[in-house]
């Protein structure tokens, strides 16, 4: 399994700011995830992000809303830019243990954008 | 493109009784079938991991089921507790990617 950290647990922000989130592993991976969950509404993947090479972004969401760095193999952050109410959501990251199949997943980022 | 629908979308049960969650999802070619659940205000928690080759996964008082011809998945919870309460989520991993399609998810209360 893995242990999975972010910062910060929870924020409230202003509109037009942005927020950098961080991800830590306890181990290193070399698949990190990141999802948005907004309310009422299920985890949507926003991006792949692979260490040494740039982020792979899902229909939907592009690099400069949600930039993305993936510095070495147990860390990661994304970063909400120009921030709107509509982007108020969890921010979960995830990685895929090779050899389980299984993804595990940080405790979130809960996200209020006034 | 992959759908996950779960139902029901909430469900009540008094403590002891034993429960199955529903999940079914469009297209059939899965590499495998992750069951999660989420505390409120929490991350995800790992349940039961299901590979496509398989029939079904046990854990404890948890057991879930796959039918990937008829795209469909069950997770039984036997002898319900309180602790159990929780939102429980289906999750598909469509052949030759890491992503995960969700559902929406079940909310689960366990009434003492």
């Known amino acids: 399994s893995a242990v999975i950290s972010q910062k910060p647990s929870r924020d409230i922000c202003q509109r037009g700011t942005s927020l950098t989130i961080q991800c830590q592993v306890d181990?290193?991976?070399?698949?990190m995830f990141w999802y948005r969950q907004q309310p009422g509404q299920s985890l949507t993947l926003i991006a792949t992000?692979?260490?040494?090479?740039?982020?792979?972004?899902e229909s939907g969401f592009v690099i400069d809303k949600f930039p993305i760095s993936r510095p070495n193999l147990t860390f990661s952050t994304l970063t909400v830019s120009n921030m709107s109410p509509e982007d108020s959501s969890i921010y979960l990251c995830?990685?895929?243990?090779?050899?389980?199949?299984?993804?595990?997943f940080g405790p979130g980022t809960r996200l209020t954008v006034l | 493109k992959q759908e996950v629908t779960q139902i029901p979308a909430a469900l009540s049960v008094p403590e002891g009784e034993n429960l199955v969650l529903n999940c079914s999802f469009t297209?059939?070619?899965?590499?495998?079938l992750q069951w999660f659940r989420q505390d409120p205000g929490k991350g995800l928690t790992s349940l039961l991991l299901?590979?496509?080759?398989?029939r079904e996964q046990t854990s404890g008082r948890l057991n879930a089921s796959l039918d990937k011809s008829s795209g469909r998945s069950t997770l039984y919870i036997a002898a319900s507790q309180p602790g159990d309460s929780a939102t429980y989520l289906c999750?598909?991993?469509?052949?030759?990617?890491?992503?995960?399609?969700f559902g929406k998810g079940t909310k689960l209360t366990v009434n003492p």
């Open positions: 995830s990685v895929d243990i090779s050899g389980t199949d299984t993804q595990y």
């Open positions: 181990s290193q991976v070399t698949m």
């Open positions: 992000a692979n260490q040494g090479s740039e982020a792979t972004y």
């Open positions: 297209d059939s070619a899965i590499y495998n």
């Open positions: 299901i590979q496509s080759s398989q």
């Open positions: 999750a598909v991993r469509p052949p030759g990617s890491e992503k995960l399609v």
